[in-house]
């Protein structure tokens, strides 16, 4: 079946730093992938996506670039603010079929 | 900017109680969706529904659940006799596509906590 991992969180960073939060998927076919994100008291809101291999998706700062030959989708950003305080989950379709979650990491970043 | 929201925010039943969670989506939305995220786990595909009929739902989704759109904005999640392993956040999603051509729109969820 489809599954989506994600890396442990929390992660702790100061403003400023370089935040790397890793997904890798398994899936049947060749899936379109997702970064949600979910600010506190928010629902879940598309942060990025990538629709084939290679593809680079980018928004906020943010970007993440689809890897099919490692199964990857990690999430990026080069100077990360308070702001983006949030947890973050990577997610992955394929076709008509519904969004497959990963568990979601915890951002917290500090003054 | 239009939003989909969700009540109650949080829910405190006894087990073997019934109860309704309530999501209106987006007014021009078609595709409709329930999640769910047990504390820790991931967040687990419920059901869809299109068309007033449920189009698809996964292994979760058992005699328990029912969903109903019954007045054409509201569209409601109700579990009839709840368990412990039911308590989690749900979410209600909405889309006006289907699948991964289409954005889904989340509410803010709703904790359930059985007792």
């Known amino acids: 079946g489809n599954s989506v991992t994600q890396m442990e969180g929390p992660v702790t960073l100061s403003e400023e730093a370089f935040l790397t939060i890793n997904c890798t998927y398994t899936?049947?076919?060749?899936?379109?992938l997702f970064w949600y994100v979910q600010y506190p008291g928010e629902g879940l809101q598309l942060l990025l996506k990538a629709t084939k291999a290679d593809d680079k998706g980018s928004n906020k700062g943010f970007e993440a670039t689809y890897r099919k030959e490692t199964t990857s989708f990690h999430l990026e950003k080069g100077s990360v603010q308070v702001s983006d305080s949030a947890v973050y989950f990577c997610a992955l379709t394929l076709g008509y079929s519904t969004l497959t979650f990963g568990k979601g990491t915890m951002l917290l970043v500090s003054p | 900017e239009p939003e989909v929201t969700q009540t109650p925010s949080h829910q405190v039943t006894q087990m073997g109680q019934e109860v309704i969670l309530r999501c209106v989506p987006i007014s021009n939305h078609l595709y409709f969706y329930w999640y769910r995220q047990i504390l820790g786990q991931k967040v687990e595909f419920l059901v869809s529904f299109y068309n007033n009929e449920i189009s698809e739902k996964s292994e979760i989704f058992d005699d328990q659940f029912s969903v109903e759109r019954p007045d054409g904005s509201n569209f409601t999640l109700k579990i009839r006799s709840t368990k412990l392993e039911d308590s989690a956040m749900y979410f209600c999603a909405s889309s006006n596509q289907q699948g991964n051509t289409g954005e889904l729109f989340f509410g803010e969820g709703s904790r359930l906590t059985v007792l």
């Open positions: 899936a049947t076919g060749y899936p379109s």
